[in-house]
């Protein structure tokens, strides 16, 4: 059957879909398969003599495998389909007409420029309108997305908007604040900066006193 996969996105596995819109079962014996294990542990090892050690060192015999591992931690969000649990447990609600505000969830991604670390927060709220969810799936909906290599505001936007399209609710806000490793470690070298990036959708685009009350409630007047 065949598999509808957004242009220039190699592996997103989670956006694997057959003609009836369903993930495909299986990224690793479904067409482009996914590498094997032993070859991402090759890799490893390539990248560890190209850094300039041994592999065959005692100290770094299981380094490949851990890497491996860690990969696995990293990039489970291309396994996950964001959508699925969203929709998993909402619930219709009547006479809730509040904005439900996450906010400080913790955030780990890495950029897809240089594959270190992004940590920050992420800031989720939204006006429902007929459906609510278990707050949870708020914060899993932000880790299937950072769960991946990202830019923030590639980030930003696919949480919003995913929360816009299965709640359909009055409005969506997203606001993220994180640390870029590639600014840190290296390359600039500029510890202590902060990038903010934030999407609002609905009633936090149109109304400013949605959009204030959501931004009194991040910044701790909620
Ligand atoms: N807009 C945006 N930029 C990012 C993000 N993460 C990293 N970057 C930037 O992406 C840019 C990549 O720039 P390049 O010039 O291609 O790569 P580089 O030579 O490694 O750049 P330097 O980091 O300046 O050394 C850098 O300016 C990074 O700071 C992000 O989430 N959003
Ligand atoms: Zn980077």
Not at 30 to 53: F, I, K, M, N
Not at 160 to 166: E, G, L, Q, S, W
Not at 212 to 218: C, G, K, P, V
Request: with cysteine.
């Amino acid at each position: 059957m065949p598999l509808d996969r957004p242009p220039g996105k190699p592996h997103p596995y989670s956006d694997y879909r057959d003609a009836a819109g369903r993930l495909h079962p299986d990224p690793d014996t479904g067409p482009d398969p996914r590498p094997s294990r032993e070859e991402a542990e090759e890799a490893v090892r390539t990248l560890l003599r190209w850094a300039g050690d041994d592999p065959t060192r005692e100290g770094l015999l299981d380094t490949p495998k851990r890497v491996a591992a860690a990969y696995e931690e990293f990039f489970a969000g291309y396994a996950e389909d964001p959508r699925d649990i969203l929709m998993r447990t909402f619930e219709e609600v009547e006479g809730y007409d509040e904005m439900v505000v996450l906010r400080d969830i913790r955030l780990e991604s890495h950029c897809e420029h240089h594959m270190v670390p992004i940590i920050g927060k992420a800031h989720v709220a939204y006006l429902p309108d007929s459906r609510v969810v278990g707050i949870s799936k708020l914060a899993r909906v932000v880790d299937a997305y950072a769960k991946r290599l990202q830019i923030q505001e590639t980030l930003t936007a696919q949480i919003a908007n995913t929360i816009n399209d299965v709640l359909a609710p009055k409005g969506v806000a997203v606001v993220i604040e994180a640390a870029h490793q590639c600014m840190t470690t290296r390359g600039v070298h500029k510890p202590g900066v902060t990038m903010v990036t934030s999407r609002m959708l609905g009633a936090f685009r149109t109304s400013s006193d949605t959009r204030r009350e959501f931004l009194s409630m991040i910044n701790g007047g909620g």
